[in-house]
């Protein structure tokens, strides 16, 4: 699935019901999870609005199995645990069980899992191995939110500007996407 494709997914009011968000735009990224927010609705944390990181992944699973209370579906996010990276022995014997655990559970259940919630992985990046199989295997919807180029940031910062009714040229644009980046490269060293 492109970038493109969810965003106007999204715009739609579709939600689907199991997702792969990766790459090196976080923003985007952001972005897509604020808006599925707002299209799910009223979130209250722990009971329909659950959030798994590498300290609690183990609960993954009862989280998939236990019903939202007075709610029709939970928002689960899975965010930068590491389940789809082949190098794992830094996080131990136990992670690579909890992880297999995941991956035959969501392939047992996946038509419980998807009437009864939305489920959303966040990853930096992704590596091609079981976890990622089984996900295309389930029918996920997988995002590669890839550096944008030069074109994609102007044309979406305009449109951004154009929201704000406020009218700004494309040499302007490209020139704050150029200061902007030589700060951030800056920054990052």
């Not at 019903?67 to 899975?78: A, D, E, H, W």
Request: charged fraction near 30%; charge should be neutral; include cysteine.
């Amino acid at each position: 699935m492109t970038i493109e494709t969810l965003e106007k997914e999204l715009k739609e009011g579709k939600l689907n019901e199991i997702y792969l968000f990766y790459g090196e735009e976080t923003y985007l990224i952001d972005t897509a999870l604020k808006k599925i927010k707002n299209l799910f609705g009223e979130l209250v944390k722990g009971i329909n609005d659950i959030e798994i990181n590498d300290t609690n992944i183990e609960g993954l699973i009862s989280n998939l199995q236990t019903p939202c209370f007075g709610y029709p579906q939970k928002l689960i996010i899975v965010k930068n645990v590491g389940l789809f990276k082949r190098e794992i022995k830094k996080k131990g014997a136990n992670f690579a069980d909890t992880r297999d655990k995941i991956c035959e559970y969501l392939k047992e259940n996946s038509d419980i899992i998807k009437s009864d919630n939305i489920l959303i992985f966040i990853e930096e990046s992704v590596d091609k191995g079981k976890m990622l199989s089984c996900l295309e295997e389930i029918g996920a919807n997988i995002c590669n939110f890839e550096h944008q180029k030069l074109p994609n940031l102007v044309a979406r910062l305009k449109a951004i500007c154009k929201a704000y009714k406020v009218n700004i040229e494309d040499s302007t644009l490209r020139y704050f996407i150029e200061c902007v980046r030589k700060q951030y490269a800056r920054f990052n060293k």
